[in-house]
């Protein structure tokens, strides 16, 4: 059997609304692209207005959080992105 990426999403596993969603220019699939340490480096650097700010406190803080968790135990090299068996 071949995988075949999807033609539409190209393998992102991710619809159309999904990637249409954008932070600072780059949509989530493209961030789950990056591996872990660039993810982190990605989310210390985003530029938000204060509303967005404000909003997105507490989704940034469980990013952080979770990014670093990753990063602690040396998995820095690895996508969000990648398959688990």
Same mark, same amino acid.
Request: proline letters at 2%.
């Given at each position: 059997?071949? +995988?075949?990426? @999807?033609?539409? @999403?190209?393998?992102?596993?991710?619809?159309?609304?999904?990637?249409?969603?954008?932070?600072?220019?780059?949509?989530? &699939?493209?961030? @789950?692209? /990056?591996?872990?340490?660039?993810?982190?480096?990605?989310?210390?650097?985003?530029? /938000?207005?204060?509303? +967005?700010?404000?909003?997105?406190?507490?989704?940034?803080? +469980?990013?952080?959080?979770?990014?670093?968790?990753?990063?602690?135990? &040396? /998995? +820095?090299?690895?996508?969000?992105?990648?398959?688990? &068996?």
């Amino acid at each position: 059997m071949t +995988e075949l990426p @999807c033609q539409t @999403c190209h393998g992102l596993r991710l619809n159309r609304q999904a990637r249409s969603v954008k932070i600072n220019g780059t949509d989530i &699939g493209e961030v @789950c692209e /990056l591996a872990i340490g660039d993810a982190v480096s990605f989310f210390d650097k985003i530029t /938000l207005s204060d509303q +967005e700010k404000l909003i997105a406190k507490p989704i940034l803080k +469980e990013v952080h959080s979770r990014l670093n968790f990753l990063e602690n135990v &040396g /998995l +820095e090299y690895l996508t969000l992105s990648r398959t688990a &068996g």
